[in-house]
């Protein structure tokens, strides 16, 4: 579910896609040539190695993975800044979501078990993310800002207030003022716990790949109790408030909540769009949230087995949702 994958003919004859699976493990891999991308911009940063986006498939949400570059440190620990490139299609969704992302990721390993002295990538670790909101960069030269940022160290040395390196290279600028956040794990969550009964619930929405679970706080641990407080779609462009109480309350429609209890009445008229989320407003109100992103296919759509003259008793009935058609996406993109 960190990986949405992609739409097969097994799955239309399931009739639903696969849950927790993306590849085949066990398929052979020839050696080829591979190209590591290193960068040192500056002593207080030290080494940096650019991590591919398909090194983590399946170990972060895809929509992490869709916002963010992602470097390694000496210490092993992962920062990810910002996107910033243009595309088309399912990636212009990507990225007018990245478009107004003001923060940076940050991933501390955590070791579980004895190192791996083979080098062969064998050690167990988890992994604590955590979301830091950034100021927007100056926009001064970068060698004067670098000039400036040797001296304001010299000069601050005995108190120990130290500009930030990765602030003067218009990379991250840490903003005090704002919340810093941990990802929370829905797709691993115990079946009966708050962050599963989220992921259930905005699943209808998206994949679980596209839904991020964040708590506030940046001081949680492997095993903490954490309590969620935002979810995020970036994919469908949509955000709830996680009240004490339990309330989902929409931040892009103020006013509305997610509605938990309807009348049954109200939710048969929802039974042919699988994908709805039902809310509601303080006076009573109702209507049905129902993403754009996902492309309704009808299941003898994507069964190629069926020949143009197989009778209507033949056919698969039902249907599907495609939520990573490129052509779909593209026109979307267009008319944002």
Not at 91 to 116: E, K, N, P
Not at 126 to 132: L, Q
Request: charged letters at 20%.
């Amino acid at each position: 579910t960190l990986k949405a994958a992609p739409r097969t003919v097994s799955d239309a004859e399931a009739g639903a896609y696969p849950i927790l699976s993306f590849g085949v493990a066990e398929r052979p891999a020839a050696p080829q040539p591979s190209l590591v991308i290193s960068r040192h911009l500056h002593k207080d940063l030290g080494e940096q190695t650019y991590m591919p986006k398909r090194f983590l498939f399946g170990l972060l949400p895809a929509a992490l993975l869709d916002q963010y570059a992602f470097w390694q440190n000496s210490s092993d620990d992962l920062v990810g800044y910002p996107l910033r490139e243009q595309h088309h299609g399912e990636s212009a969704l990507r990225l007018r979501a990245a478009s107004d992302t003001t923060s940076t990721i940050r991933i501390r390993l955590v070791a579980i078990g004895s190192l791996d002295g083979t080098g062969m990538g064998q050690a167990s670790a988890v992994a604590i993310v955590v979301r830091v909101p950034s100021k927007v960069a100056g926009s001064r030269d970068v060698k004067q800002q670098m000039d400036d940022f040797e001296t304001e160290n010299l000069e601050s040395h005995e108190s120990g207030d130290k500009t930030s390196a990765e602030e003067v290279l218009g990379l991250a600028a840490v903003d005090n003022n704002a919340i810093s956040m941990t990802l929370l794990n829905a797709a691993h969550a115990p079946e009966i716990s708050s962050i599963r009964l989220l992921a259930d619930i905005f699943t209808r929405l998206d994949d679980l790949s596209h839904v991020l679970v964040w708590s506030d706080g940046a001081h949680l641990g492997p095993g903490d109790a954490a309590l969620p407080s935002l979810v995020e779609l970036p994919r469908v462009g949509v955000r709830f408030a996680v009240a004490p109480c339990g309330d989902l309350i929409s931040l892009d429609h103020p006013g509305y909540r997610v509605c938990r209890k309807a009348d049954i009445a109200v939710f048969s008229l929802m039974h042919g769009c699988p994908h709805a989320l039902l809310l509601e407003a303080r006076d009573g109100s109702m209507f049905a949230m129902v993403p754009a992103t996902a492309k309704p296919v009808r299941l003898d759509e994507v069964r190629p087995s069926l020949s143009p003259g197989a009778a209507t008793s033949d056919v698969l009935l039902g249907m599907m949702l495609d939520r990573r058609n490129e052509e779909w996406l593209q026109k979307m993109s267009q008319a944002n």
